[in-house]
């Protein structure tokens, strides 16, 4: 069984910065693409920023040059940093790893709430 789990949520004013990290364990033999979303209340949950194997990135327009997502494979680990912190990113923000040959598993969730 793969588990995944998210951290470095919190509370930050307007124009500051948080890093969410995110940890999976397991049986793990390889890993695909690494990406988080987020999700508001009523609405889809959406792509933020993702991140494959080559080191390719790929970012929402909203948070380009803002956010930047990174990965550890051999610690199994993804990150994102987020700076210049908008309160319309406030937002749970979900990760989600590809292992072992395409079978995908998402964390729980980390509150990110951006105070005007």
């Known amino acids: 069984q793969v588990h995944v789990a998210e951290s470095g949520g919190g509370l930050v004013q307007a124009g500051g910065s948080l890093r969410l990290s995110c940890a999976a364990s397991?049986?793990?033999?390889?890993?695909?693409?690494m990406a988080w979303y987020r999700q508001v209340p009523g609405k889809q949950r959406e792509l933020v920023a993702s991140i494959v194997g080559g080191g390719l990135t790929n970012y929402d327009d909203s948070v380009k040059d803002r956010f930047i997502i990174s990965r550890d494979s051999a610690m199994k680990r993804v990150y994102l940093q987020m700076n210049n912190l908008k309160p319309e990113d406030t937002a749970v923000y979900y990760c989600?790893?590809?292992?072992?040959?395409?079978?995908?598993?998402w964390g729980q969730g980390t509150q990110v709430t951006v105070s005007s």
């Open positions: 397991g049986r793990i033999v390889s890993f695909g693409t």
């Open positions: 989600k790893m590809v292992v072992n040959n395409a079978v995908y598993y």
